[in-house]
C-alpha cells in the first residue's frame, strides 16, 4: 500500500473528511474518493459527517436568528422612544392628532404584518392619512400605495383617476383593485373605497404607541 494512502486510511478511519485530508497530506480529493468511496467503513464516516453538518448549520442558522432577533428588538426599542418624544412634540398639532385617532378607529392593528393602512370612503380621510404619513412619519409621498375596492357597475378607470386625484397618490402606485360580487343593482359608492396604505414596521410601531399614549392622555381628562 502506497505511504500516502496508509496515512489517508488511517485518517478517514478517525473520522476525518475529504477536505481535511487532503489538506494535510496534499492528496487530491478525487483521488481520495477513488480510494474510500465503494468502502463501507468509509461511506459511514461521510452520513457522520454529513450529520454533523447539520447539527454545526442549525445551530449557526439558530444563532443567526437570535442575533437577529436582539437587533430588531433594538430596532422597535428605539421606535418607541422616538414616538415617545415626537408624541409629545406634536401632541398639540392637530393633523398629528387626526392621524392618530383615524388609525385607532380604521387602521390595520396587527404589528405582525408590518401593514400601516387606512381605508374610507370619504376622500378628505385619505388626504389627511396621506398628509399624516408624509409630516410626520416622514414617509416619502412617491412611495405611498393606493387600492381600490369597488363593486361590478362602478367604472375602474373612472375610479383611478377619482381616488389618484383626490389622494395625490399617482395612478401607478395603485396596486390592483379588487371588485366585490354582489347581486344589487344600486350601489351608492361612484367610486368605491379607496385604502392608502405602506409596509414598515418601524412606522407602525411608532403609531401603535401613539395611539397608546393619546389614550392615556385622553384617561387623565376630567
Known amino acids: 500500500m502506497r505511504d500516502d494512502k496508509e496515512k489517508a486510511t488511517k485518517l478517514r478511519q478517525s473520522g476525518k473528511s475529504y477536505a481535511?485530508?487532503?489538506?494535510?497530506?496534499?492528496?487530491?480529493?478525487?483521488?481520495?474518493?477513488k480510494w474510500f468511496s465503494n468502502e463501507e467503513w468509509s461511506l459511514d464516516v461521510t452520513k457522520k459527517l454529513q450529520g454533523r453538518a447539520?447539527?454545526?448549520?442549525?445551530?449557526?442558522?439558530?444563532?443567526?436568528?437570535?442575533?437577529?432577533?436582539?437587533?430588531?428588538?433594538?430596532?422597535?426599542?428605539?421606535?418607541?422612544?422616538?414616538?415617545?418624544?415626537?408624541?409629545?412634540?406634536?401632541?398639540?398639532n392637530t393633523?398629528?392628532?387626526?392621524?392618530?385617532?383615524?388609525?385607532?378607529?380604521?387602521?390595520?392593528?396587527?404589528?405582525?404584518?408590518?401593514?400601516?393602512?387606512?381605508s374610507n370612503t370619504d376622500p378628505a380621510i385619505i388626504k389627511i392619512f396621506r398628509n399624516f404619513l408624509v409630516k410626520f412619519c416622514n414617509y416619502p409621498l412617491e412611495n405611498i400605495k393606493g387600492w381600490i375596492l369597488l363593486y361590478p357597475d362602478v367604472n375602474k378607470e373612472?375610479?383611478?383617476?377619482?381616488?389618484?386625484?383626490?389622494?395625490?397618490?399617482?395612478?401607478?402606485?395603485?396596486?390592483?383593485s379588487t371588485v366585490i360580487k354582489s347581486n344589487s343593482k344600486i350601489h351608492r359608492l361612484s367610486y368605491g373605497t379607496c385604502a392608502v396604505h405602506i409596509t414598515n414596521k418601524y412606522i407602525k410601531k411608532k403609531i401603535l404607541r401613539w395611539i397608546d399614549l393619546y389614550k392615556s392622555e385622553l384617561v387623565k381628562l376630567k
Open 158 to 176: 373612472s375610479a383611478l383617476d377619482y381616488w389618484s386625484r383626490e389622494s395625490g397618490i399617482v395612478r401607478s402606485n395603485f396596486i390592483k
Open 95 to 118: 393633523l398629528f392628532i387626526s392621524g392618530i385617532m383615524l388609525y385607532w378607529g380604521e387602521g390595520d392593528k396587527k404589528f405582525e404584518n408590518g401593514r400601516v393602512k387606512v
Open 54 to 92: 447539520i447539527e454545526s448549520s442549525k445551530k449557526r442558522i439558530k444563532s443567526l436568528n437570535i442575533t437577529r432577533q436582539i437587533k430588531l428588538e433594538e430596532l422597535y426599542l428605539k421606535a418607541d422612544e422616538e414616538a415617545q418624544k415626537e408624541f409629545l412634540k406634536h401632541k398639540n
Open 20 to 33: 481535511e485530508i487532503s489538506k494535510v497530506l496534499n492528496v487530491p480529493k478525487s483521488t481520495l474518493s
